[in-house]
């Protein structure tokens, strides 16, 4: 897909880390869009913040309007569509320092007229088993699917905010240990993450509010190594933080920016927004123009052979593919 602005971002001050690992952006992915009339036409993807692979290779869209779930096949073919009506309509604000209480969050939501269709899509996720996770943050709810899309299993209660076991309050990712235990980023309203077994089951939690070792201001991401190490974006601290599996602070990475993607790779690297590091935080590879102008990586995945999607607010997303 051709819009504008995507070709300016490709060309130019293409930047590599290193040589032989920098990357190239597929153009014209995904196919176009057909319009009543059989003409092609840009996809109108409103925002764009989650994007996930599955098994197949299948990229699935996840983005902030009528019909939010959308299947592709790697070549950018238009599979199939799917949840209208599961996402709330809040739309996630932030909360200006001085109206704010002392001690809260900065960030709340607008529901009704102020929001939009489908607004509370937020992150999307494939499990091991093949399972579609969907994050819908102002809905306080996290969604276990098959790939039908039927639904297996929810976090959280729809509409019902909280810091409890059973309640969120915004929460804004989820990942997986590779004994299928359940990471909860909770996430704009709540400065913790949330364990729980591969049945739903409360294990336990970690995080307050602030900017020392095992505080959050914005849970933002999570991701899992194979080792059971977890990673964290705070992305108002501009950083990364790294705890073991029952939520022990390790180290951080500091002053990255604000990194509102994360992805770890089959051989154990992890993708900060467009930068790629290894685990110990130092970069090994980056997208060209990573900052991608009007809205930079908000949704991230990748595939086993290394090609990486990326969804951004602008609604924009883009597949790159090594050089």
């Known amino acids: 897909m051709r819009l504008h602005g995507l070709v ?3 060309v130019p001050g293409m930047v590599y880390c290193q040589p032989g690992t920098g990357y190239r952006l597929v153009e014209d992915w995904p196919a176009p869009a057909r319009t009543a ?4 036409s840009a996809w109108n993807l409103i925002q764009a913040p989650g994007v996930a692979v599955d098994s197949r290779a299948h990229v699935l869209v996840l983005h902030r309007g009528a019909h939010p779930i959308l299947e592709f096949d790697s070549g950018g073919k238009f599979l199939r569509s799917w949840g209208d009506g ?10 200006a320092p001085g109206d704010r209480a002392p001690g809260a969050s900065g960030y709340s939501a607008v529901y009704g007229p102020a929001g939009c269709t489908s607004c509370g899509a937020h992150s999307i996720r494939v499990d091991d088993g093949g399972n579609i996770w969907v994050v819908d943050a102002p809905g306080h709810i996290i969604y276990k699917m098959n790939p039908q899309g039927k639904i297996l299993l929810q976090l959280g209660h729809k509409g019902v905010p ?18 299928g235990d359940i990471y909860v980023s909770d996430g704009y309203g709540n400065p913790r993450v949330v364990k729980y077994s591969s049945s739903g089951k409360y294990l336990l939690e970690w995080g307050r509010l602030g900017s020392g070792p095992g505080e959050f201001q914005l849970p933002h991401n999570v991701a899992v190594d194979a080792k059971g190490r977890v990673y964290v974006t705070d992305r108002d601290n ?3 933080e790294v705890f073991d599996a029952n939520g022990e602070f390790l180290t951080q ?34 997208l060209p123009e990573e ?3 009007a809205g930079g990586a908000h949704g991230i995945a990748v595939t086993d052979s290394g090609d990486v999607y990326v969804g951004r607010l602008s609604g924009v997303v883009q597949k790159f593919v090594k050089k």
């Open 238 to 240: 501009r950083r990364v």
């Open 8 to 10: 300016l971002m490709s």
């Open 86 to 95: 599961m996402f709330s309509e809040g739309k996630v604000m932030a909360v």
């Open 253 to 286: 990475w500091s002053d990255i920016g604000g990194v509102s993607a994360l992805r770890m790779t089959k051989d154990q690297r992890i993708w900060t927004g467009g930068i790629l590091r290894d685990l110990d935080g130092k970069v090994v590879a980056t």
């Open 37 to 40: 009339a059989g003409t092609p």
């Open 162 to 179: 909280g810091m409890s076991r059973e309640n969120f309050n915004l929460p804004t990712d989820v990942a997986f240990a590779p004994n």
């Open 291 to 293: 900052a991608g102008g």
